[in-house]
């Protein structure tokens, strides 16, 4: 992969805030495997979701990954707390890591198609 970034729009009541993020992620290795990552401070208190996904560039190609939307609890201590949609995950970083790997099999995939 030549290039990840990963687009993140906040909304509330069904309407999402003109301004989105479109963030690079940064590759880093750790325990035998590949991944991106990156870190994206929200800035709307009244927010109740996230939408977002990943555009991957390979080979001049860029792909894009299906949105997903994820529900925002009320902030505790400052702090907003990510719960997600879909119950059987327990936190937004799990989310992550999940699409990481889907990131890295990718590439893999890419690698050994060329040979």
């Not at 990156?38 to 990943?54: N, P």
């Not at 939307?69 to 719960?83: A, D, E, G």
Request: aromatic share 12%.
């Amino acid at each position: 992969m030549d290039e990840a970034r990963l687009i993140v729009q906040e909304c509330t009541g069904g309407m999402c805030f003109l301004n989105d993020y479109n963030v690079s992620m940064n590759y880093s290795y750790s325990c035998c495997m590949d991944f991106y990552e990156t870190q994206i401070e929200l800035i709307h208190k009244d927010a109740t979701q996230i939408k977002y996904y990943a555009k991957i560039l390979n080979n001049d190609t860029w792909y894009i990954s299906n949105r997903s939307i994820t529900n925002l609890s009320v902030p505790v201590n400052n702090n907003p707390v990510i719960r997600p949609e879909n119950k059987l995950l327990p936190g937004f970083e799990l989310m992550l890591l999940i699409f990481s790997a889907g990131l890295l099999l990718m590439r893999r995939h890419y690698k050994f198609k060329k040979r």
